[in-house]
């Protein structure tokens, strides 16, 4: 899968899109002024328990908040 796709498939699950997992990252303390400061394990297991996401779509998530990865990324 693309990671367009996994984006995609995330925003239809959860209705959240890249920026509003930042934003509550952010709020959770696992970023600061975007810096991320949790581990992959912290990020993925808040979003398999709060958002039922896969380990693949998880990590999707932590790509984006770590910036291995972006919007734009394919």
């Known amino acids: 899968?693309?990671?367009?796709?996994y984006l995609?498939?995330?925003?239809?699950?959860t209705g959240k899109g890249p920026a509003e997992f930042r934003q509550l990252a952010e709020e959770k303390g696992f970023t600061k002024n975007g810096e991320l400061l949790a581990k992959a394990?912290?990020?993925t297991n808040w979003l398999k328990?709060?958002?039922e996401l896969g380990h693949g779509h998880a990590m999707a998530?932590?790509?984006?908040?770590k910036g291995i990865k972006n919007e734009?990324?394919?």
């Open 61 to 65: 998530i932590y790509a984006l908040l």
């Open 41 to 43: 394990g912290d990020i």
């Open 1 to 5: 899968m693309s990671f367009q796709g």
């Open 72 to 74: 734009d990324s394919e």
């Open 49 to 51: 328990i709060d958002f």
């Open 8 to 13: 995609k498939t995330i925003k239809e699950k």
